[in-house]
């Protein structure tokens, strides 16, 4: 079995999803626009549930594509794709060409760029971070103010840019809430004297051990919970963060002042992936992911006979998920060459 | 003296409509407020009737309005309407020279062929039969553009036509039937005694050629005066009622009576004074953009007519005020729409046909509220005393770029300024109003003008169009309201604001209640032109577009408004400006989600164009009330 295979994007499901193929036997080509490998997983320092450090998740995914059968092309940016009699041919923005029996998208989410939501004040005001950025922090192990102080009241903005019909985004990015829960945690165990406040709209605690993490946020670490959404910030002249927001459980309205305000970005169709939808023809559903053959049993699989889908092109999952979703692939391409031939 | 019996249903109708137009005359004046009936009273021995004159001239005949944004659906108004006035007119003369005596019956004049058929056959008499066949033929032209435009309103250059009712469409149809009637009734009279001109002449013999024309012609005199007696029967019913009220409308109007926000006489007379030509559904971006093809004023202003219940019309409304402009009547379209919501929903009216001649009035009973509104239990700071108070509004809370520049700005010019709403404030009051809900906004309105007063200003500066229209229009205050816009102009033309000039291509989107609803244009365009490259767009002033999240519309969804902040930043970015400038922080938040060009406010573009020593030379002096801690309460 010599086919080929380009899986286009190394993020979590692109490596598990070309490292099966490969243990399947399939020559794969694995396609990445940065330098490096790994996507997303080496923004994040330290993982929910379980708090595992992502670097030991990209070991394990390095080490599955680190073999002969796999060749990775990163720096390179697939633009089109076009199937030419079952064989498809497809073009990179550097201007190189390769072709493939089959092809696995695995473009992945972009973060919701906070900037959107102007009232939040991301990129106004200095001490407004998403929670990539906190991400960044805690690799750093320091949690500072711009000015270098440590901030006293830190509130976490859940749905920023998710659940908003304003913006466009009707659905829910399924991980905010937990990675707002750890993050709140993990602010506590570093800032003992700092208060957290979450602002959420309902928490969404789905997954294995969420809610359980959930609990131990509010028993152990005394992390507060109001519901209601954050209508505007401003800054105060001592660069303090002031906040409106209604407390729909109290019933009334709030004003609060912050040191921090961390936004619980959502994920959105990656921006590849929105030119590849274009230029090959995959079709994409009402929140602009890849719109899979069928939501039960389908879900690897395209409008294109012979693409694939591989994980968060196609909806928000955690990690967990798109390893799982990346290996399902590998039976659904299995079947397709078995089917043709 | 000369007679026939078919000239009875012209006369009926002619006679009908006559008293019938002073009857309504007499009624709308004594519906008129006292003061309006003064205005009008002085109007009609001043300078008010010669502009009417004019103007009727001018509007109701020619069709200046249309013939200038429209050329063929103008020529078609004004060849049926002044072509028929022309037709009238020199008949009317036509009859004094040749006919019978002196002073005739209008009849005779409008069947002057049937009673004289012998004549125009040499010399100046010919000459005359040529004017008025050049005439009728004229006005045919008109109505074969009318009848194609009812088919198929492509070819008048437009996009969407109004739709009929049945009484409407009788009426259309003998509408449609007078000339053509008249013009075989005289072709075939001319034909039979070898008269008539260029049209009724060669069509005459034409006919006569092959037909028996003597006994043809007078069921086609039937038929003319039948048709223009069912017209004239039918007018107060239909929509072509509009045709003697515009008259009392430009004459009214020239009195300097307007809308204002009661309901009353002079309303009812713009609601029917609407010829339903449907531009105002052409410059609809609800229409063009959002598909929504009901709420139109033309529809608005038909279901008030037909006393429908027009609530979901009234409400679902960007109040952009594009509809405004391009009427060709000038109704005042959007004060009558706050009208109607302000009246909530009303009961539909069903009236007998008879009562429609003389409907009741267009009345509307103002809705009643439960308890009083109040504010106080909000706190109420001592404002400090200063010369000039920013509002920033609640919009611009949710743009803090725009405030950030201001205070930039403010602190730049060393204007001894205090910022009323930094730690939030009180909602100017106009989302309220243009939801209908007046007392309750002259709350808000009274919580804030006590704040302003106190603190002495004598000026209020406001970033936000929306606040600047309310502040202007409805609270009484002694302080000159002032656009940040157009202070920061002010700032600038007086030397206490230095700027660089940016290299950047900026267009600039005129936000609807700075522009058509304040009158605000130019200041907003100078600030820029000193500070980066203006371009130009095809939506210029009066003719600029809506962003689509108008506070106005409560009706629409997300996905429509989205679609029309897509046109609109489609339309404005053709020329890939680096900066789709505006004034407005609505504008500028809809805009921003809705193309991928940067879109800022002009206060934004003038803080990043202010020089360094500028900055450094007035070192802030933050206004007391930013000095405040807010805490928890
Ligand atoms: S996971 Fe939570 S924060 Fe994220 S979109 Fe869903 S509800 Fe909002
Ligand atoms: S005000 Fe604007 S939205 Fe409303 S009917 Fe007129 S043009 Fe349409
Ligand atoms: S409201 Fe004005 S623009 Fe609209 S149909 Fe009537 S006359 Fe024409």
Known sequence: ?341 | MQFDPFVIPFNIGLYFILIYAVVRSVRWFSNLSRPDKLRLQRGFFGRAFGQSLKEIFMESLIHRKILKSNFRLGFMHMSLAFGWFLLILFGTIEADIFGEKHLNAPYKAIFFKFFNPDHGRAGFEAAYSFWMDLLLAFILSGLLIAVIKRFSSKVVGMKKTTRLRVLDKVALTSLWLIFPSRLLAESFTSGAYGTGSFLTGFLGSLLASFLPAQQMAYPFWWLYSLSLGTFFILLPLTRYMHIPTELFLIFARNSGITTGDQPGAFTEIQTYSCSSCGMCIDACQLNFSAGITNIQSAYLLKGIRNNENVSDIAFNCLMCGRCDQVCPVGIELTPIRMIRRRAGETEPVQTSIWKKYLPDRLDIMPVKTNGKTSYSFLPVEEPAKTDVLYFAGCMTHLTPAIGNSMVRIFDASGVNYSFMDAGGGVCCGRPLMLSGQDREARELINFNSQLIWKSGAHTLVTSCPICYKVFKESYYLDVEVLHHTQFINMLIEEGSLKLNFLRKKVVYHTPCDLGRGSGVYDEPKEVLKHVVRLQNTNFENEKSLCCGGSLGNIKISYQEKNKIARDTAAELTRENPDILATSCPLCKKILAGATETKVADIAEIVAEAITVPMLKKNTPKPASCLRKNVIVY
């Open chain 1, 1 to 341: 079995m010599n086919k080929h295979i380009v899986v286009i994007g190394a993020g979590v499901a692109g490596m598990e999803a070309a490292g099966q193929l490969s243990n399947a036997g399939f020559n794969v080509s694995l396609v990445e626009k940065d330098e490096n490998t790994g996507g997303h997983l080496n923004g994040w320092y330290k993982l929910f549930p379980d708090r595992r450090r992502s670097s030991e998740v990209k070991d394990y995914l390095d080490k599955l594509i680190n073999k002969d059968g796999i060749k990775v092309i990163s720096g390179t940016t697939i633009e089109k794709l076009v199937n030419i009699n079952g064989i498809f041919s497809l073009e990179t923005r550097e201007g190189t060409e390769m072709t493939a029996d089959a092809v696995v998208v695995a473009t992945g989410f972009d973060l919701f760029k906070s900037s959107r939501k102007e009232e939040y004040g991301y990129g106004i005001y200095d001490n407004v971070i998403t929670s990539s950025d906190l991400e960044e922090m805690f690799r750093k192990d320091k949690i500072v103010l711009v000015d270098g102080r440590v901030p006293e009241n830190v509130g976490i903005v859940h749905c920023v840019g998710s659940r908003d019909e304003k913006v466009g985004n009707l659905y829910c990015s399924k991980l905010c809430c937990i990675t707002a829960v750890k993050q709140a945690i993990e602010i506590r165990e570093l800032l003992p004297e700092t208060r957290v406040f979450c602002f959420y709209m309902d928490m969404r605690m789905g997954g294995a051990h969420y809610e359980e993490i959930y609990r131990e946020a509010q028993e152990e670490w005394g992390i507060n919970f109001i519901r209601g959404k954050v209508s505007e910030v401003s800054e105060s002249i001592r660069k303090k963060l002031i906040i409106k927001a209604e407390d729909t459980l109290a019933g009334r309205p709030l004003k609060m002042e912050l040191d921090m305000l961390v936004l619980m970005a959502g994920m959105e169709m990656s921006e590849g992936g929105r030119i590849l939808a274009k230029s090959a023809g995959l079709e994409t559903g009402e929140n602009r992911f890849f719109a899979s053959a069928d939501n039960h049993f389908g879900s690897n699989i395209s409008n294109i006979p012979g693409v694939f889908y591989a994980g968060t092109c196609t909806a928000p999952m955690n990690i967990t998920e798109t390893i799982s979703h990346a290996r399902a692939t590998v039976s659904d391409v299995l079947n397709y060459f078995k089917n043709r031939s």
